[in-house]
Every structure is written in structure tokens, then in C-alpha cells.
């Protein structure tokens, strides 16, 4: 079985890689349910215990899927949700966290999963209307009420971890972190230590590019995410793939994947780091589960640490860079 790690200091204890469930339902390609209900059902079998969705997923089919695969084996499980998008008409239209939306955002999560609490509930981004007091404040009182259990953020800055932690503890800050993604380094991941908050890293393969396998942006279908990802695009397609060779090339010495080789240096920069790959498919959860296996030396990890100095585009479009909090 997969060992665990804590995140945060108030209990929380999850598997040393989680699953990210977006993708079986949004982003990257059509939906399969059966092939994402096995994968689901593998990871339990395999010992993941932690599970990432959001109501903005899909939106909201997401929930339901992992709401069908997680019954029979709720009280091993720890599960993760999301609130903080304005959807209208099952479109993003912004961000939101008026206390009111809180409490009706949350009530649907735990109809959808079918579960009477929420495990890790996250502000899925930073809403700048609502001081993060108020927002802390109401989730606060979701967890007295026995319907959360802990507490987290996610693309939240400096300040907002602060005055979030200082109102009640937060256990978790989800943010993009990987090898080709290192905004966090200079200064979000030391304030997380100092505060003893963990990390869930999501796209910790760069949404597939570590791997090796990824297209140019115009090769995805139109509903495909990736099509309209600036990082796969003209220029920065070809600087990025040069990057990530070398990434390539290590595991090709280490006789492993690319992949495994970027999910061993998160987990090797921290313990209180929980990386959470997505994928719809066995095969892929696999590979990935099997990352928390590889032992990096320290000379692996400073060649890794150094291997991609910088990323060529930005990781959202302009409007989405907009919601992030730094």
C-alpha cells in the first residue's frame, strides 16, 4: 500500500499521490464514465485514498462520478472538493464566495458525492468582493456544523494565506507546481512551511507535457483544453519540448518515464507535498502511482531542479491568469 502524508498540522493524512478527477470529465477529450470508473475503482485498489474534484468540473458531473465509485468505501477515503466559480447556465461566468453561495455550493457537492461531509473543502479561487475572513469564517462554521472537515485554498497569494490561516487553520494550498511550473519557490512555499500548510500540487506533469506525449495546440480537437494552452503553441511548443527532452533524457538513464521522473522530484521536495496527476486511464494511474517507488540522489535532483529554467508562455489565458491571487 501507498504510504501516506500529512497536510497541514490539524490530522489531515492522505496517500502520497492523489488522483485528479477533472479530466474524466472536462479538458481533454470526451468523457468515457466505464473507463474512468475502473480507473477510479484501481486507485482504491492500489491505495490512493485521496480524491480531487470540483463543482465547476464538468461542471458538477464530475462529483457525481466520483460520488458512484467512492460508495462501499467512503471511510477510507479522503475527498476533496471545490467551490468559488460563478456558473450560469453551466458556464464560468466568474468567481464568487458570497456567504451565501458558500453554504448552497457546498450542500450540492454533498448531494452530487453522496457523502455527508466534505473531507478537504477548497475556495477555488480567490474572490477579491469577499475579505478571505468572511469566506474563512463560513467555512469555518461548515466544519462545527460536521459538514467539512478541513480546510483549504487554491492559486491563493501571500497575504490571502495569511489572513485565511490567521482566521482558522488551513490545512492545504492547491496551486499548479511542477517541474516546468516553479512560481511557488521564491516565496508561496516557504510561507506554506513557516505556517505548516501543505501542498497539492495539480498538473504536476505540466498537463501532459512532461510526459513526452503532447501535440502542438492545433492538432487537439476544438473542445480539447489543450488547443487554446499558450505553452502549445507555435514558438513556445518548440522551446518547451526542448526542455522537457532533457527530462527525458534522465529517465531514459534511470530505465523509468518521464512522468514517474517528474512526480518522484515533487515528492522528493518535501514531504508535505501531495502531487495529484489526473488521468481517465489505468495504464496511465498505474505509471503514476508507481512514481512514489524511484529514490532520486541529490545529484538527480539538482540536474532535475536546473533542467527548465523557464517555461516559454503563459500557463493560462489572460482572462484565467486574471483570477489567480499573486
Given at each position: 500500500?501507498?504510504?501516506?502524508?500529512?497536510?497541514?498540522?490539524?490530522?489531515?493524512?492522505?496517500?502520497?499521490?492523489?488522483?485528479?478527477?477533472?479530466?474524466?470529465?472536462?479538458?481533454?477529450?470526451?468523457?468515457?464514465?466505464?473507463?474512468?470508473?475502473?480507473?477510479?475503482?484501481?486507485?482504491?485498489?492500489?491505495?490512493?485514498?485521496?480524491?480531487?474534484?470540483?463543482?465547476?468540473?464538468?461542471?458538477?458531473?464530475?462529483?457525481?462520478?466520483?460520488?458512484?465509485?467512492?460508495k462501499g468505501h467512503r471511510e477510507t477515503l479522503v475527498i476533496a472538493t471545490k467551490?468559488?466559480?460563478?456558473?450560469?447556465?453551466?458556464?464560468?461566468?466568474?468567481?464568487?464566495?458570497?456567504?451565501?453561495?458558500?453554504?448552497?455550493?457546498?450542500?450540492?457537492?454533498?448531494?452530487?458525492?453522496?457523502?455527508?461531509?466534505?473531507?478537504?473543502?477548497?475556495?477555488?479561487?480567490?474572490?477579491?468582493?469577499?475579505?478571505?475572513?468572511?469566506?474563512?469564517?463560513?467555512?469555518?462554521?461548515?466544519?462545527?456544523?460536521?459538514?467539512?472537515?478541513?480546510?483549504?485554498?487554491?492559486?491563493?497569494?501571500?497575504?490571502?494565506?495569511?489572513?485565511?490561516?490567521?482566521?482558522?487553520?488551513?490545512?492545504?494550498?492547491?496551486?499548479?507546481?511542477?517541474?516546468?511550473?516553479?512560481?511557488?519557490?521564491?516565496?508561496?512555499?516557504?510561507?506554506?512551511?513557516?505556517?505548516?500548510?501543505?501542498?497539492?500540487?495539480?498538473?504536476?506533469?505540466?498537463?501532459?507535457?512532461?510526459?513526452?506525449?503532447?501535440?502542438?495546440?492545433?492538432?487537439?480537437?476544438?473542445?480539447?483544453?489543450?488547443?487554446?494552452?499558450?505553452?502549445?503553441?507555435?514558438?513556445?511548443?518548440?522551446?518547451?519540448?526542448?526542455?522537457?527532452?532533457?527530462?527525458?533524457?534522465i529517465a531514459k538513464e534511470r530505465r523509468t518515464t518521464a512522468a514517474q521522473i517528474?512526480?518522484?522530484?515533487?515528492?522528493?521536495?518535501?514531504?508535505?507535498?501531495?502531487?495529484?496527476?489526473?488521468?481517465?486511464?489505468?495504464?496511465?494511474?498505474?505509471?503514476?502511482?508507481?512514481?512514489?517507488?524511484?529514490?532520486?540522489?541529490?545529484?538527480?535532483?539538482?540536474?532535475?531542479?536546473?533542467?527548465?529554467?523557464?517555461?516559454?508562455?503563459?500557463?493560462?489565458?489572460?482572462?484565467?491568469?486574471?483570477?489567480?491571487?499573486?
Amino acid at each position: 500500500m501507498m504510504q501516506k502524508r500529512k497536510l497541514g498540522n490539524q490530522g489531515l493524512e492522505v496517500s502520497a499521490i492523489g488522483l485528479g478527477c477533472m479530466g474524466m470529465s472536462q479538458s481533454y477529450g470526451e468523457p468515457n464514465d466505464p473507463e474512468s470508473l475502473r480507473t477510479l475503482a484501481r486507485a482504491i485498489e492500489l491505495g490512493v485514498t485521496f480524491f480531487d474534484t470540483a463543482e465547476v468540473y464538468g461542471p458538477y458531473i464530475n462529483e457525481e462520478l466520483l460520488g458512484k465509485a467512492i460508495k462501499g468505501h467512503r471511510e477510507t477515503l479522503v475527498i476533496a472538493t471545490k467551490f468559488g466559480f460563478d456558473l450560469q447556465d453551466g458556464k464560468m461566468v466568474g468567481v464568487i464566495s458570497h456567504p451565501e453561495h458558500i453554504r448552497k455550493a457546498v450542500e450540492g457537492s454533498l448531494k452530487r458525492l453522496g457523502i455527508t461531509h466534505i473531507d478537504l473543502l477548497y475556495q477555488h479561487r480567490v474572490d477579491p468582493s469577499v475579505p478571505i475572513e468572511e469566506v474563512v469564517g463560513v467555512m469555518a462554521k461548515l466544519i462545527q456544523e460536521g459538514k467539512v472537515r478541513y480546510l483549504g485554498l487554491s492559486e491563493a497569494g501571500e497575504e490571502t494565506i495569511r489572513r485565511a490561516h490567521a482566521t482558522h487553520p488551513i490545512s492545504a494550498l492547491q496551486s499548479e507546481y511542477s517541474l516546468w511550473e516553479k512560481n511557488l519557490e521564491p516565496k508561496i512555499i516557504p510561507l506554506l512551511r513557516k505556517l505548516n500548510i501543505g501542498l497539492v500540487p495539480f498538473c504536476p506533469l505540466g498537463r501532459g507535457f512532461l510526459t513526452g506525449s503532447i501535440k502542438r495546440a492545433e492538432e487537439y480537437p476544438e473542445k480539447d483544453y489543450r488547443r487554446n494552452d499558450p505553452r502549445l503553441q507555435g514558438k513556445n511548443f518548440d522551446a518547451n519540448m526542448h526542455a522537457v527532452s532533457i527530462v527525458q533524457n534522465i529517465a531514459k538513464e534511470r530505465r523509468t518515464t518521464a512522468a514517474q521522473i517528474a512526480l518522484a522530484w515533487l515528492l522528493h521536495k518535501g514531504d508535505d507535498i501531495v502531487p495529484i496527476p489526473g488521468t481517465k486511464r489505468v495504464p496511465y494511474l498505474e505509471e503514476n502511482i508507481n512514481a512514489a517507488n524511484i529514490a532520486l540522489t541529490a545529484s538527480d535532483m539538482q540536474a532535475l531542479d536546473t533542467a527548465i529554467p523557464q517555461v516559454a508562455g503563459e500557463r493560462y489565458s489572460p482572462q484565467m491568469m486574471a483570477y489567480i491571487d499573486r
